[in-house]
């Protein structure tokens, strides 16, 4: 939501990882990368969910079981897409006032005293308005493009997504939008074991959303904080107090209760949700292991698009090997999909699958890790929310119920880790 570079200090947060050195020099580059987020996103998403201002309106998209997919409007005012914006633009607006640490306070006050700090929490809210939409409308981009297919492919969306992504970052670096990065052997041989992990990640994210409902996948991947406990443990060293360990309960319980009474429930989904938790939170402790006491480290910014270059490299093989053969556009043809509908789809959440993922860094260099990771808590419920309505996600009482104490178990998890920190400073 992914959401680095790890030193003394540092915080690891949805995969993103920043250091307090960092924090500055990121945060003055955050109001051009919005720039081109908003750009990029005006040219793709026009009124009434037309690929642009002037383009013919596209054909239906069929989709298994035959039922056909309608063009989305991203911020009509009406019906489902009006719910889930609205939605959105709430949840934000709770986000953005939480209260962020002191040395957050102390920043915003030396940049302009109170009107300063009037016009960048406006500037944060729109920020994660804009970090929440991205997320919500990648999974159901996402969920449509797996669902057209004659056989979810998950491979070759996420070489597509992650093709995207970097066809995006090296427009970033030959535009000097961000200085590109120098890299040593040393330095690429530390970090493609964590392009592994964000590969892996994003392919078992697509192989479970492929397979069951977007809000159960959000659900069981709201665990996430259980592999980060013991994957710290084992790797870090690092032992949990036991208030940490109790507000795991809740999570671990939540996950189980869902998992038993979802309608769309199935083995290959689940594992897949949960291979991905450990991908992903592999990936976060690799980085503090590996890059920790890195004097030559590069800005999280960097670090991020060298992973995401390196992740897509890395998928190609395992797209051919896997779907490329049979994956080819006569192919597609043959099953009678719109391929130029397909495209565009999948295009607009490569496009949603950066963008969230790079705002949330950019979130990040501006407020605490911990006021962070709440707003990552509450997009999480606003995905889930907002695919239900969607979709019209059967959902019944218990299951609602043990979502909920799932992520109120992740919202605990976040305070709690919080205060220990608070503590040991």
């Known amino acids: 939501m992914m959401q680095g570079a790890a030193a003394a200090g540092t915080t690891s947060v949805s995969g993103a990882s920043w250091t307090r050195a960092t924090r500055g020099r990121a945060s003055a580059l955050a109001s051009r990368h919005v720039g081109v987020v908003a750009s990029s996103s005006s040219s793709f998403f026009g009124p009434r969910g037309a690929t642009g201002a002037t383009a013919p309106p596209l054909p239906l998209l069929r989709v298994r079981g035959g039922c056909r997919l309608r063009p989305l409007s991203l911020l009509s005012g009406s019906g489902k897409n009006g719910e889930v914006a609205k939605a959105a633009a709430a949840a934000a607006a709770a986000a953005a006032s939480v209260p962020a640490d002191d040395a957050s306070a102390a920043a915003v006050t030396r940049d302009g005293g109170a009107g300063g700090g009037i016009a960048a929490t406006a500037q944060l809210g729109a920020m994660i308005v804009a970090w929440y939409l991205l997320n919500i409308y990648f999974n159901i981009y996402n969920k449509q493009v797996l669902g057209a297919l004659p056989l979810p492919r998950p491979y070759t969306i996420t070489a597509f997504q992650l093709a995207f ?222 695919s239900v309505l969607f979709f019209s996600t059967p959902i019944s009482p218990v299951n609602a119920l043990g979502t909920g104490a799932a992520l109120a178990g992740v919202f605990l998890y976040s305070r709690l880790t919080r205060t220990k920190k608070a503590k040991d400073a």
């Open 165 to 386: 992504g970097s066809l995006l970052i090296f427009l970033m670096w030959a535009t000097r939008l961000h200085p590109a990065p120098k890299l040593s052997a040393a330095q690429l041989g530390k970090i493609a074991p964590l392009a592994v992990g964000h590969m892996l990640g994003t392919v078992f994210t697509n192989m479970s959303l492929g397979k069951v409902a977007v809000s159960f996948t959000h659900t069981i991947k709201a665990s996430e904080p259980f592999f980060t406990v013991v994957l710290s443990a084992l790797f870090l060293g690092e032992v949990p107090s036991l208030p940490v360990l109790g507000s795991l309960v809740p999570i671990v319980g939540g996950v189980a209760l869902a998992s038993f009474t979802e309608v769309s429930f199935n083995w290959t989904g689940f594992w897949s949700a949960m291979a991905s938790n450990l991908t992903n939170q592999s990936r976060n402790v690799l980085s503090k292991k590996l890059l920790a006491g890195d004097k030559d480290v590069m800005d999280d910014i960097n670090l991020f698009s060298v992973i995401t270059v390196l992740s897509f490299l890395l998928s190609c093989p395992l797209m051919f090997l896997a779907e490329g053969i049979k994956f080819t556009p006569g192919y597609l043809q043959s099953t009678g999909l719109n391929l130029q509908e397909l495209c565009v789809r999948a295009a607009l959440a490569g496009l949603c699958f950066h963008g969230y993922q790079k705002l949330s860094y950019l979130i990040l260099s501006r407020v605490s890790p911990v006021t962070h990771s709440v707003a990552n808590c509450v997009k999480r419920v606003v995905v889930i929310v907002s």
